[in-house]
């Protein structure tokens, strides 16, 4: 699939593809008693300028330099639709004089850079949402030991009056309701973070090959309203 964008604040015509490379002959295939690693799933970004890719105010050397957000949302909106286990190679396609100013080592040091930070961020922030929970789990066992002893109680002082019935049905919901947030934490929050925090790692290893042609492959098929002059 491509997709292509003409004047709008990346100031350059930048086109990206995704695409799966075959699976390797089935002597090479992954198992768990072979390490032989998969083809890498190809990114393929054709810009016009270097400057293209980082963010325009920063002054510092490209290594250095942080990815512009549009870069950014392109390589994960197509990394995204990759396997969980896959490689990536960022190919960057661009004429040849922009080609000579810059080596793939010094892009893939860049890349590196900022998908590292953004590891390192999603790495303390599922830290955090575990610390979170912990507190959310003492605090809902907590109440959930009250309700019940509340409930037990009650019932033993008043027996099956209606009001008392009701009463202590209403204390026993309250103590698993104050109990969800830590069930949803641990059961449901966290695997985005996770899922998030590997596309990272895995972005930041990506090989990176500059391509000074200045073209993009060709596409066997492309999806309706993915490609706009």
């Not at 293209?52 to 050397?61: I, Q, R, V």
């Not at 100013?101 to 040091?109: D, F, H, M, P």
């Not at 008043?158 to 059961?187: H, R, S």
């Amino acid at each position: 699939a491509v997709q292509k964008v003409n004047g709008d604040p990346w100031r350059a015509e930048v086109a990206i593809r995704l695409d799966r490379a075959p699976p390797p002959p089935a002597h090479f295939a992954r198992n768990g008693d072979d390490d032989m690693p998969g083809l890498p799933t190809d990114i393929d970004i054709r810009i016009a300028r270097l400057e293209a890719l980082f963010e325009t105010l920063d002054p510092s050397p490209f290594h250095d330099r942080d990815l512009d957000p549009k870069a950014v949302d392109y390589i994960l909106g197509w990394a995204q639709e990759a396997p969980s286990d896959a490689r990536f190679r960022l190919r960057l396609h661009m004429p040849a004089a922009e080609a000579a100013r810059t080596t793939a080592g010094a892009l893939q040091s860049a890349f590196r850079s900022n998908f590292d930070y953004w590891a390192l961020s999603a790495a303390r922030e599922r830290r955090e949402l575990f610390r979170l929970g912990r507190r959310y789990l003492m605090i809902g066992l907590t109440v959930l030991a009250f309700c019940i002893f509340a409930r037990r109680t009650i019932l033993q002082a008043f027996g099956d009056a209606p009001a008392a019935v009701l009463l202590a049905e209403g204390l026993y919901i309250v103590g698993w309701v104050a109990n969800w947030k830590p069930i949803e934490t641990f059961l449901y929050e966290w695997w985005p973070v996770t899922r998030r925090l590997s596309l990272y790692r895995r972005l930041a290893a990506a090989e990176v090959e500059v391509v000074g042609d200045g073209t993009l492959p060709e596409v066997p098929a492309v999806r309706a309203g993915e490609l706009s002059d």
